[in-house]
C-alpha cells in the first residue's frame, strides 16, 4: 500500500534552515507528483509546494517563495523541502500528499 514518511523536523531559530524528507513507497514514484502541506495551530491546512512527475515542474505558495525549495530523487523515491529564511509563522506539522494519501507529519518550531 502506499506510504509516505517525512521526517527532518525540528526547532530552529528565525533565520535558520531545515531540510524536510518524504520517503514514498507502494506505488511507480517517478509517475506520481507530490505535495507539501503544512497545518499550523490554530489553522487550517495549506498547500506549500508541489512538484511533477518525471518533468518535476514545481509550485509554491506565494508566502514561501524565494525561501523553500521542492525537489525530488526518483532513484530514493523521495521528495525534498529545502526550507531557508525561516519564520516564526512557518511554524506548522509539515505533511506529503499525494493522489489523496499523507503521510504523519513532522513538526517544525521556528523559535528563538
Known amino acids: 500500500q502506499v506510504q509516505l514518511v517525512e521526517s527532518g523536523g525540528g526547532l530552529v531559530q528565525p533565520g535558520g534552515s531545515l531540510k524536510l524528507s518524504c520517503a514514498a513507497s507502494?506505488?511507480?514514484?517517478?509517475?506520481?507528483?507530490i505535495s507539501w502541506h503544512r497545518r499550523a495551530p490554530g489553522k487550517e491546512r495549506e498547500l506549500v509546494a508541489s512538484?511533477?512527475?518525471?518533468?518535476?515542474?514545481?509550485n509554491y505558495a506565494d508566502s514561501v517563495k524565494g525561501r523553500f525549495t521542492i525537489s525530488r530523487d526518483n532513484a530514493k523515491n523521495t521528495v525534498y523541502l529545502q526550507m531557508n529564511s525561516l519564520k516564526p509563522e512557518d511554524t506548522a506539522v509539515y505533511y506529503c500528499?499525494?493522489?489523496?494519501?499523507w503521510g504523519q507529519g513532522t513538526q517544525v518550531t521556528v523559535s528563538s
Open positions: 507502494g506505488f511507480t514514484f517517478s509517475y506520481w507528483a
Open positions: 512538484i511533477g512527475n518525471i518533468g518535476g515542474r514545481t
Open positions: 500528499n499525494t493522489h489523496g494519501f
